[in-house]
């Protein structure tokens, strides 16, 4: 109990401490690179909580695939500097601090009300419990639908972003290209 | 108890982490140790195949990788659906079979719209 | 067998309309870019058929997919909303299109798996599907929002309800996993029983606080509305029509399912939620239309006002016997606004030019010389929105704050009569300009969109004076089912 609790509460301080670089980084892509390191710690926070699975697409997906995407987007808007920090948010500072105040002593009292000591899941199970065997029972019988209806999201997804970044076969070569040659 | 069983099945990972980043940082230290210093203005420019470099490294991409990024991740998440179907695969039996051939034949076609609109072509 | 009760068969309008996108995304490949609106009438095909087997059988009362699904009158009514809202959507796109030069084949598809992801939220018994639901609506929303991308405002209006829109999920999202935490269960079936023995935690309470972001966002209720002025104004208007109608209406759809059976042993800590929602969103939403000079602004505002009624419609679903009451005059009320808002977007229109001019209520001077026929129907609309009769919106209306009357929230209804007055005021303002002012401008009136203002404005008139059919459907479709 006590290793993992060291274990976790190392670990914590990683993942703060990135997600506070990836916020007050002024250059977009260091704070992409901090995000990286914070999908990567909360990945380990899944393997600590047995699901390797989660682990897994955490890590390949978020801190692969997504991260590479968000690096392109941050390269195609050419938004890596912040040029005017602070510009239109002057009343909405204050306004931030008091709100977050508010969450987290509401988060505080509900963590206190509801106790940290009863996990709602049997921690004895749950190494197989986020195996990819589980995982493939549970997703393959009673999330049937949700896993069926994915793939129409998927789907829809990929129509949206052919539509929105204007690909078409008779012009071959996008508008958003060419715009960007110019300039 | 959990963290036993963690540490038996990814001690080999961590390790490997371990002497992977070790090598990393050994090599540059080495380097740096053995190695002969001449340093000049040359040797902090941008290295682009022996060219002096022309212009700021910082310039906006084509919106074509975004497009073959994000065409990359929904694809993704279609494999990683693949990994816990073929572990289970013997125990669903003909049911987990067409289940999964209706969710690739749902994306298949969006393949086929992705290829016909030639968002695959680079120019 | 691996699943239990899969029921492929209650599910099939539903599998067929999937399909029937998917198919038409593949043959629209094929179709030569000036026979695009072949798609159009392909989409409207599979609308119309989907629409007329699910009516076949309204009175259905099954689950599917392993009790994920719940097929009953509750769903099929509102299907009908959304199928109707694409039918009417897509008879307007076919001209409007083309008339903006901004007809590509993938409209039409995308409008499919809107409408896919709408009737999949009506029917969710289970948080993740809902969730899933409201993704699959959504996505395909963003881009058609977007779809006039040569016109800046179109893009900023996507990217500003892209970027709300992302973040109110990543709220629901959260709401999900603290309900999950709560109960241990996704089903509302087995949330409801675990609720019923543990009552409200306070983890339970701010993951349904949260959940419930997601949701009014989508419905745009204040303080969540923000977006919507400006997303309205501008994204396409045959979008704007759309959305208007069939988003709110599955947003309120998982609402009434989610807080009527899962969460209605806890009626009495989220009806003032739900009471302030609807105070809100009605004075506000009133109160800053009358200020708009753009149409599509105040038909914005407008839509959050109506949200808003709805909002007064749901709170007596926590009261027991009243709960089907308020089912039915949710959906009557949803039935009601989506007619005579899509007919009203339609007459937008007739009357907006492909340059941007048109938007504005002054350009509405001397509509009824050039064009009584519009005019008229406009003038029905505006009064069906108002909520007077001989209208379809005077009896929801009605319907609506007879049940919230029944709970005994007179109060509720007083402000909600105070602000049909104030309503007034901005509607009836359009109905004098039209009638009264003179002035000229073009009409661009097509075949098609005459049918649709022809269809919601008779509709509108002869479901304001007769009633009675319609709503005894609408009983009797839910009774029993919350």
Same mark, same amino acid.
């Given at each position: 109990?006590?290793?993992?609790?060291?274990i976790?509460?190392? &670990?914590?301080v990683?993942?703060?401490?990135?997600?506070?670089?990836? &916020?007050?980084?002024?250059?977009?892509?260091?704070?992409?690179l901090f995000l990286?390191?914070?999908?990567?710690?909360?990945?380990?926070f899944?393997?600590?909580?047995?699901a390797?699975?989660?682990?897994?697409?955490?890590? %390949?997906?978020?801190?692969?695939?997504?991260?590479?995407?968000?690096?392109?987007?941050?390269?195609? &808007?050419?938004?890596?500097?912040?040029?005017?920090?602070?510009?239109?948010?002057?009343?909405q500072?204050?306004?931030?601090?008091v709100?977050?105040?508010?969450l987290l002593?509401?988060?505080?009292?509900?963590?206190s009300m509801?106790? &940290?000591?009863?996990p709602?899941?049997?921690?004895?199970? %749950?190494?197989?419990?986020?195996?990819?065997?589980?995982?493939g029972?549970?997703?393959?019988?009673?999330?049937?639908?949700p896993?069926?209806? %994915?793939?129409?999201?998927?789907?829809?997804?990929?129509?949206?972003?052919?539509v929105?970044?204007?690909?078409?076969a008779r012009?071959?070569?996008?508008?958003?290209?060419?715009?960007?040659r110019?300039? | 108890?959990?963290?036993?069983?963690?540490?038996?099945?990814y001690?080999?990972?961590?390790?490997?982490?371990?002497?992977?980043?070790?090598?990393?940082?050994a090599?540059?230290?080495?380097?740096?140790?053995?190695?002969?210093r001449r340093?000049?203005?040359?040797?902090?420019?941008?290295?682009?195949?022996?060219?002096?470099?022309?212009?700021s490294?910082?310039?906006?991409?084509?919106?074509?990788?975004y497009?073959?990024?994000?065409?990359?991740?929904?694809?993704?998440?279609?494999?990683?659906?693949?990994l816990?179907?073929?572990?289970?695969?013997?125990? !669903?039996g !003909?049911?987990? !079979?067409?289940?999964?051939?209706?969710?690739v034949?749902?994306?298949?076609?969006?393949?086929?719209y992705?290829?016909?609109?030639?968002? !695959?072509?680079?120019e | 067998?691996?699943?239990?009760?899969?029921?492929?068969?209650?599910?099939?309008?539903?599998?067929?309309?999937?399909?029937?996108?998917?198919?038409?995304?593949?043959?629209?490949?094929?179709?030569p870019?000036?026979?695009?609106?072949?798609?159009?009438?392909?989409?409207?095909?599979?609308?119309?058929?989907? #629409?007329?087997?699910?009516?076949?059988?309204?009175?259905?009362?099954?689950?599917?997919?392993g009790?994920?699904?719940?097929?009953?009158?509750?769903?099929? /009514?509102l299907?009908? *909303?959304?199928?109707?809202?694409?039918?009417?959507?897509?008879?307007l796109?076919?001209?409007?299109?083309?008339?903006h030069?901004?007809?590509?084949?993938e409209?039409?598809?995308?409008m499919?798996?809107?409408?896919?992801?709408?009737?999949?939220?009506?029917?969710?018994?289970?948080?993740? $599907?809902?969730?899933?639901?409201?993704?699959m609506?959504?996505?395909?929303?963003?881009?058609l929002v @977007?779809?006039?991308?040569?016109?800046?405002?179109?893009e900023?209006s996507?990217?500003?309800?892209f970027?709300?829109?992302?973040?109110?999920?990543?709220?629901q999202?959260?709401?999900?996993?603290?309900?999950y935490?709560?109960?241990?269960?996704?089903?509302?079936?087995?949330i409801?029983?675990?609720?019923?023995?543990?009552?409200?935690?306070?983890?339970?309470?701010?993951?349904?606080?949260?959940?419930?972001?997601g /949701?009014?966002?989508?419905?745009?209720?204040?303080?969540l509305?923000?977006?919507?002025?400006?997303?309205?104004?501008?994204?396409?208007?045959v979008v704007?029509?759309?959305?208007?109608?069939g988003?709110k209406?599955?947003? #309120?759809?998982?609402i009434?399912?989610?807080?009527f059976?899962a969460?209605?042993?806890?009626?009495?800590?989220?009806?003032?939620?739900?009471?302030?929602?609807?105070?809100?969103?009605?004075v506000?939403?009133?109160?800053?239309?009358?200020?708009?000079?753009?149409?599509?602004?105040?038909?914005?505002?407008s839509?959050?006002?109506?949200?808003g009624?709805?909002?007064?419609?749901?709170?007596p679903?926590?009261?027991?016997?009243l709960?089907?009451f308020?089912?039915?005059?949710?959906?009557?009320?949803?039935?009601?606004?989506?007619l005579?808002?899509?007919g009203?977007?339609?007459?937008?229109?007739? *009357?907006?030019?492909?340059?941007?001019?048109?938007s504005?209520?002054?350009?509405?001077a @001397?509509?009824a010389?050039?064009?009584?026929?519009l005019?008229?129907?406009?003038?029905? #609309?505006?009064?069906?929105?108002?909520g007077?009769p001989?209208?379809?919106?005077f009896?929801?209306k009605?319907?609506?704050?007879?049940?919230? /009357?029944a709970?005994?929230?007179?109060?509720?209804?007083?402000?909600?009569?105070?602000?049909v007055?104030?309503?007034?005021?901005?509607?009836l303002?359009?109905?004098? $300009?039209?009638w009264?002012?003179?002035?000229?401008?073009?009409? $661009?009136?097509?075949?098609a969109?005459n049918?649709?203002?022809?269809?919601?404005?008779?509709?509108?008139?002869?479901?304001?004076?007769?009633?009675?059919?319609?709503?005894?459907? *609408?009983?009797?479709? $839910?009774?029993?089912?919350?």
């Amino acid at each position: 109990m006590t290793a993992e609790l060291i274990i976790f509460v190392l &670990l914590a301080v990683i993942a703060v401490a990135a997600a506070l670089g990836m &916020l007050l980084s002024s250059n977009a892509i260091y704070s992409a690179l901090f995000l990286v390191v914070n999908f990567g710690v909360v990945a380990t926070f899944y393997l600590l909580l047995g699901a390797p699975f989660i682990a897994m697409v955490q890590v %390949t997906v978020y801190a692969g695939a997504i991260m590479v995407l968000f690096l392109f987007v941050i390269m195609l &808007l050419g938004a890596e500097r912040l040029r005017h920090p602070n510009q239109v948010l002057s009343w909405q500072q204050p306004l931030a601090v008091v709100l977050v105040m508010a969450l987290l002593g509401f988060a505080g009292y509900v963590v206190s009300m509801q106790g &940290l000591a009863s996990p709602p899941v049997d921690v004895a199970n %749950t190494v197989s419990y986020g195996s990819p065997a589980a995982i493939g029972e549970l997703l393959f019988r009673e999330y049937l639908f949700p896993f069926e209806a %994915t793939s129409l999201l998927l789907l829809s997804a990929m129509v949206g972003v052919v539509v929105l970044t204007a690909v078409d076969a008779r012009r071959g070569v996008s508008r958003g290209v060419s715009r960007d040659r110019r300039s | 108890m959990l963290l036993q069983e963690l540490l038996r099945d990814y001690l080999p990972i961590a390790i490997l982490l371990f002497v992977a980043t070790g090598m990393a940082f050994a090599m540059v230290a080495l380097g740096h140790l053995f190695g002969p210093r001449r340093d000049g203005k040359a040797k902090l420019m941008p290295y682009e195949s022996g060219m002096t470099p022309i212009g700021s490294a910082v310039r906006r991409m084509p919106v074509r990788y975004y497009l073959i990024a994000v065409l990359f991740v929904l694809f993704d998440i279609e494999v990683i659906f693949l990994l816990p179907w073929a572990v289970v695969l013997r125990k !669903l039996g !003909l049911f987990g !079979l067409i289940e999964m051939l209706v969710f690739v034949t749902i994306l298949l076609v969006g393949y086929i719209y992705v290829w016909k609109k030639g968002a !695959l072509e680079w120019e | 067998m691996t699943i239990s009760n899969l029921n492929l068969v209650g599910t099939l309008p539903l599998l067929f309309l999937s399909a029937w996108a998917c198919g038409l995304l593949l043959v629209d490949l094929w179709i030569p870019g000036d026979r695009k609106h072949m798609t159009g009438w392909m989409a409207l095909s599979g609308f119309a058929i989907t #629409f007329f087997w699910v009516s076949s059988n309204l009175g259905q009362r099954e689950e599917a997919f392993g009790g994920m699904l719940a097929i009953d009158g509750f769903s099929n /009514l509102l299907h009908l *909303v959304f199928l109707g809202s694409g039918i009417l959507a897509t008879l307007l796109a076919l001209n409007y299109l083309k008339q903006h030069d901004i007809e590509r084949g993938e409209f039409y598809p995308l409008m499919l798996f809107s409408v896919v992801g709408m009737m999949i939220m009506s029917m969710a018994k289970d948080l993740i $599907v809902v969730f899933l639901a409201l993704e699959m609506l959504s996505i395909p929303l963003y881009v058609l929002v @977007g779809f006039a991308r040569t016109r800046a405002d179109s893009e900023e209006s996507a990217l500003k309800y892209f970027l709300l829109g992302a973040f109110s999920s990543a709220f629901q999202v959260y709401g999900i996993a603290l309900i999950y935490g709560a109960t241990q269960a996704t089903g509302f079936a087995a949330i409801g029983d675990a609720v019923a023995i543990s009552g409200a935690s306070p983890l339970l309470l701010a993951g349904i606080g949260l959940m419930l972001v997601g /949701l009014a966002f989508k419905v745009s209720a204040v303080p969540l509305h923000m977006w919507t002025p400006d997303v309205y104004q501008g994204a396409p208007s045959v979008v704007t029509g759309f959305m208007s109608v069939g988003a709110k209406a599955a947003g #309120f759809a998982a609402i009434v399912r989610i807080f009527f059976s899962a969460f209605h042993s806890l009626a009495a800590d989220w009806a003032p939620v739900i009471v302030l929602f609807a105070v809100l969103s009605t004075v506000i939403g009133n109160v800053a239309a009358i200020s708009q000079t753009s149409i599509k602004r105040m038909l914005a505002f407008s839509s959050i006002a109506h949200a808003g009624y709805v909002f007064v419609a749901i709170v007596p679903g926590g009261y027991g016997a009243l709960s089907d009451f308020a089912a039915s005059a949710v959906i009557f009320y949803l039935a009601a606004y989506g007619l005579t808002n899509i007919g009203a977007w339609s007459v937008v229109i007739a *009357v907006d030019h492909a340059d941007g001019m048109g938007s504005d209520i002054s350009n509405y001077a @001397g509509l009824a010389r050039r064009s009584p026929g519009l005019a008229a129907a406009m003038t029905l #609309f505006m009064l069906s929105l108002t909520g007077l009769p001989p209208t379809m919106g005077f009896v929801a209306k009605f319907y609506v704050f007879r049940a919230a /009357l029944a709970a005994g929230y007179t109060w509720l209804v007083v402000v909600g009569v105070v602000t049909v007055l104030i309503s007034a005021y901005y509607y009836l303002r359009v109905i004098v $300009v039209m009638w009264m002012n003179s002035g000229d401008g073009q009409v $661009v009136t097509p075949r098609a969109l005459n049918f649709t203002v022809g269809v919601t404005a008779a509709a509108t008139l002869v479901l304001g004076l007769l009633p009675g059919p319609l709503m005894a459907i *609408v009983e009797s479709s $839910v009774r029993g089912l919350f």
